[in-house]
């Protein structure tokens, strides 16, 4: 239905960390097929953030080598790559609702790995509703270029720094065809109190693009370290107000709902009751 690309103009500004909480927050809260994905070489940060998971740790014990990038890069190139066959080489997070794909164990991208991962993801878009990929940053990955070609929208992770946001403004080093995508604008670690933000951000730059907040939260970045994200959120997703982590599980939710309705998902006919498995 839908591929949506996570990319930010430089490392380091928490791009993989957003693509894990608003795909985990999407998988866990409607009830439509997400994929999520990466293509980063030799940093698998996003896949890493899940291995405590059940689901992850059985998976791997049964088979290491049926699942990821790789092997769906050999049925693509014997013509046997299909939409069935995707999901069938992917983890299953939360049952009918969440995949993960693991990423390629190629330390760099061959020359015709561009076309090859489009191939393989236009194919995923025939079977999920939303297939969700964690880029490389910068303007210098051949597999980035072609996956923000093929984009549906891209979310570009920014910081508060002004020199990053005035960059952005000024198009610097931006990837081929981001210009005429559809785009929205995630500022990583966001402090809320800053003389910078969204509201000043997008007022003084001039920015027609949405712009949104994902503020720092100090148990989700433990999750992450601790390799558990996706039992944390199912824990800790609808606690209450005094919840440390909230603010930030309300802005997840509010950033994921927007982007689905921005891809045509009806949120309110697939957003799932609480306490509903």
Not at 27 to 33: A, N, S, T
Not at 49 to 65: C, D, G, I, S, Y
Not at 229 to 241: D, E, H, P, T, Y
């Amino acid at each position: 239905m839908a591929k949506i690309v996570f990319w930010s103009p430089d490392p380091g500004r928490g791009n993989t960390s957003n693509t894990l909480a608003i795909g985990t927050m999407i998988g866990q809260d409607y009830d439509i097929r997400t994929l999520i994905t990466q293509t980063q070489f030799r940093r698998p940060n996003l896949e890493n953030a899940f291995m405590k998971a059940k689901e992850l740790q059985f998976r791997n014990l049964v088979n290491t080598t049926t699942s990821g990038m790789d092997n769906l890069e050999r049925l693509f190139k014997s013509k046997r790559l299909n939409a069935d066959s995707i999901s069938d080489h992917t983890i299953s997070l939360e049952a009918g609702r969440l995949d993960l794909l693991m990423g390629t164990k190629k330390s760099e991208a061959h020359e015709n790995f561009p076309s090859i991962a489009g191939a393989i993801f236009d194919e995923a878009d025939r079977y999920y509703q939303a297939v969700i990929l964690d880029i490389h940053s910068g303007n210098n990955s051949s597999v980035s270029q072609q996956l923000i070609q093929d984009a549906d929208i891209v979310v570009i992770t920014l910081s508060q720094d002004t020199s990053v946001i005035e960059s952005y403004v000024e198009q610097k080093d931006w990837p081929d065809n981001l210009q005429e995508k559809s785009k929205i604008i995630l500022l990583g670690q966001y402090d809320k109190y800053s003389k910078y933000n969204v509201t000043n951000i997008k007022r003084n730059f001039k920015i027609d693009d949405p712009i949104y907040g994902l503020p720092y939260c100090s148990e989700f970045r433990d999750a992450i370290n601790d390799k558990d994200v996706l039992n944390w959120f199912r824990r800790a997703r609808n606690a209450g107000k005094r919840h440390p982590s909230y603010s930030f599980f309300q802005e997840v939710r509010k950033i994921s709902k927007d982007l689905l309705i921005q891809i045509g998902v009806n949120t309110e006919i697939k957003r799932i009751e609480r306490g509903v498995s």
